[in-house]
């Protein structure tokens, strides 16, 4: 049981860049979530997801775009990177609704973008 | 529009000591209240989960407090130990239409000295 696995690590881009981060859970949650973490910032939600083929914007979601095809997968797509999107990309899954439901987190993937 | 404070930003203790660390929060009406870890290039992990029903929770050496009317919350870890040493967040959780959205506070960075 790996619980929350995110791909790549570590990534350097250049403006205008595309790339996916790939988020994975073997917990069968049905929720799951991307959040980005800025010095002096809080985690901020960008997308989240509540069931497979669902996606839902969050606190921040310009700029990227994410897909939930299969229930294990959550994409966070970026079509054109830009400098401000050089962050560190927290994924997250829940089970349930259940009030001590918890969301698990994964390593995180550190974004730079020159 | 919810704002989770946590003071102070770093705290250094010698090891064995008490200690407590602060979160306040400005929007009383939250559904839980949860205390994270987070070891420097990792992701966070859950310590404890308190309800909006429940006044604290406690494991091992940890105990987390909740006074909603206030809008704040502390974490007490007793015989502080160098393993302990981490950031902690806090994060306030609230139900909207069903979907869950935490906010968390921008954290405190504790080093405990051997």
């Known amino acids: 049981n790996a619980g929350v696995t995110q791909t790549p690590k570590f990534r350097v881009l250049k403006t205008g860049q595309s790339m996916t981060l790939l988020c994975a859970q073997d917990?069968?949650?049905?929720?799951m979530y991307w959040y980005r973490q800025d010095p002096g910032m809080g985690l901020r939600l960008i997308h989240y997801s509540v069931g497979e083929g669902t996606t839902a914007k969050g606190e921040v979601p310009d700029g990227y775009n994410v897909s939930r095809l299969k229930k294990q997968n959550f994409l966070l797509g970026l079509e054109s990177a830009a400098p401000s999107q050089t962050s560190v990309y927290f994924c997250a899954s829940r089970g349930g609704r259940g009030p001590q439901e918890t969301q698990y987190f994964g390593p995180g993937t550190r974004l730079l973008v020159l | 529009k919810q704002e989770v404070t946590q003071i102070p930003a770093a705290l250094s203790v010698p090891e064995g000591e008490n200690l407590v660390l602060n979160c306040s929060f400005t929007?009383?009406?939250?559904?839980?209240l949860q205390w994270f870890r987070q070891d420097p290039g990792k992701g966070l992990t859950s310590l404890l989960l308190?309800?909006?029903?429940?006044r604290e929770q406690t494991s091992g050496r940890l105990n987390a407090s909740l006074d909603k009317s206030s809008g704040r919350s502390t974490l007490y870890i007793a015989a502080s130990q160098p393993g302990d040493s981490a950031t902690y967040l806090c994060?306030?959780?609230?139900?909207?239409?069903?979907?869950?959205?935490?906010?968390f506070g921008t954290g405190t960075r504790l080093t405990i000295i051997p």
């Open positions: 994060a306030v959780i609230k139900v909207d239409f069903g979907n869950e959205k935490l906010t």
């Open positions: 308190i309800q909006s029903s429940q």
């Open positions: 929007d009383s009406a939250i559904y839980n």
């Open positions: 917990m069968n949650h049905e929720y």
